[in-house]
C-alpha cells in the first residue's frame, strides 16, 4: 500500500522503488535485509539534518527511515548526567547521543538522501557546526511537551540559513495545540511547515521525509535529478 502523500508527491518519488525498500528493509533486524550498496542508477545525493532538543526522538527517527543499518553513538547516561539531562516524560530512555545519527534513504532509482542525527544536548553541540555543513534542509523534530526547548535548535537553524521543517513529535501525554498556536510559540515563519509524526513508525516517518522532501522541491530548495 502506498500513501495518499506518497501518492501525491510520486513525481519524484517512484512509488514502486520505494514501496520495494519498505517491504525488504527491517529496521528491527540486526542485519539489513537489502544490500548496503547504494545503487548504480543514483545521480543525486542530498544531506538532511534531523534534529532537535535532547530526547525528542531524533536516533529513533533515523533509525526508522534508513534503509541500512544507522551508523549510532549512544553512551548511556550516567549519575554525572542527572540535573543536566531532564528525563521527564522520558522514563525509559537510558542512552545519549554523543556524535552523531548516520542514515540512508533511496528515495528513488536516482534520488539518495543521507541523514544526519544531530546530539541533543548543549554540550555536544561544538559538533554542530560540522554535522550541518551542507546540508540542504532540516527536520526539527519538537516534543510539544516541552516546546521551549527547541528554541535554541531553531535559533540556530535561522543564523545558518538552513530551511527547515517542524515534525511534532507524538509522546501518549502531549497536548495538541492547534497549528497556529504552535506556530506562534515556537515564533515561525509562515512558510514554515508544520508536520506530525511518531518517530517510532516507519510509515509515519517517511510520510513526514516526503512532505518535508516536496516541500523542498516546491521552494526550488531541491532540484530533483532526472
Ligand atoms: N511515544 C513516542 N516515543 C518516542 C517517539 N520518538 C522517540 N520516542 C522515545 O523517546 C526516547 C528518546 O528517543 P531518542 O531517539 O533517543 O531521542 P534523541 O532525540 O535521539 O535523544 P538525544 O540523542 O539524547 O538527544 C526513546 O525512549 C524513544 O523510544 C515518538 O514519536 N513517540
Ligand atoms: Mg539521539
Redesign the pocket.
Known amino acids: 500500500m502506498v500513501s495518499a502523500n506518497f501518492a501525491e508527491a510520486a513525481r519524484f518519488a517512484d512509488a514502486d522503488f520505494a514501496e520495494a525498500n519498505f517491504a525488504t528493509a527491517d529496521p528491527a533486524a540486526a542485519v539489513p535485509t537489502r544490500p548496503e550498496y547504494l545503487p548504480s542508477t543514483v545521480q543525486g545525493a542530498v544531506k538532511i539534518l534531523i534534529t532537535?532538543p535532547?530526547?525528542?526522538?531524533?536516533?529513533?527517527l533515523v533509525g526508522s527511515l534508513s534503509e541500512i543499518a544507522p551508523l549510532r553513538t549512544e553512551e548511556t547516561m550516567t549519575a554525572a548526567g542527572a540535573g543536566v539531562d531532564d528525563l521527564t516524560g522520558?522514563p525509559?530512555?537510558t542512552t545519549?547521543?554523543v556524535a552523531l545519527d548516520f542514515g540512508r534513504i533511496t528515495l528513488n532509482p536516482r534520488l539518495a538522501l543521507y541523514l544526519f542525527?544531530t546530539?541533543?544536548?548543549q554540550r555536544f553541540w561544538p559538533l554542530w557546526d560540522d554535522l550541518s555543513r551542507g546540508a540542504l534542509g532540516a527536520i526539527a523534530?519538537v516534543d510539544a511537551r516541552r516546546i521551549e526547548e527547541s528554541f535554541d535548535v531553531l535559533g540556530r537553524l535561522e543564523e545558518q540559513r538552513i530551511p527547515f521543517a517542524i515534525a511534532v513529535?507524538?509522546?501518549?501525554d502531549s497536548p495538541s495545540y492547534p497549528e497556529e498556536e504552535l506556530r506562534v510559540a515556537l515564533d515561525l515563519l509562515p512558510e514554515v511547515p508544520i508536520l506530525r509524526?511518531?518517530?517510532?513508525d516507519r510509515r509515519a516517518a517517511y510520510d513526514l521525509l516526503i512532505d518535508f522532501v516536496s516541500h523542498l522541491h516546491s521552494t526550488s530548495v531541491l532540484e530533483l535529478p532526472q
Open positions: 532537535g535532547f530526547g525528542v526522538g531524533k536516533t529513533t522520558r525509559d530512555k545519549t547521543t542525527g546530539p541533543g544536548q523534530l513529535n507524538s509522546f501518549p509524526c511518531d518517530a517510532r
